[in-house]
């Protein structure tokens, strides 16, 4: 098992940067592929990025490639998603997500069973 919790969200400017932290605690952190999602008001729950655990491979929802970047640090038992030129349509609740052993790439929130209870970004001038 593994335990989730995000930090790094915020208020930021159009155009702006935020960089949010995924801690995870528990063991063989290792062995989890990691994925961004992000859940706007009125709206279901969408993917954003992913990380595979097995080579560090990466995808991204089109709304967010080339701006957006997954990565993690084995060590620190961290993931992360640096967010640059960021939009007021980014605006939503992130949540972190791991998956047990598994390098497919699943865009759908059920296939995730370890989840981190969210954090709000908000872009607004």
């Known amino acids: 098992q593994v335990q989730l919790v995000e930090s790094g969200g915020g208020l930021v400017q159009p155009g702006g940067s935020l960089k949010l932290s995924c801690s995870a605690s528990?063991?063989?952190?290792?062995?989890?592929?990691m994925a961004w999602f992000r859940q706007a008001p009125g709206q279901e729950r969408e993917f954003v990025a992913h990380?595979?655990?097995?080579?560090?491979?990466?995808s991204y929802a089109d709304s967010v490639k080339g701006r957006f970047t997954i990565s993690r640090n084995v060590p620190e038992n961290a993931a992360y998603l640096q967010m640059n030129s960021l939009k007021p349509e980014d605006t939503a609740v992130y949540y972190c997500?791991?998956?047990?052993?598994?390098?497919?790439?699943?865009?759908?929130?059920?296939?995730?069973?370890?989840w981190g209870q969210g954090i709000q970004v908000t872009v607004s001038s």
């Open positions: 997500a791991a998956d047990y052993l598994s390098a497919v790439v699943h865009t759908t929130p059920d296939n995730y069973k370890y």
């Open positions: 528990g063991s063989n952190f290792v062995r989890y592929s």
């Open positions: 990380l595979t655990y097995n080579g560090g491979h990466t």
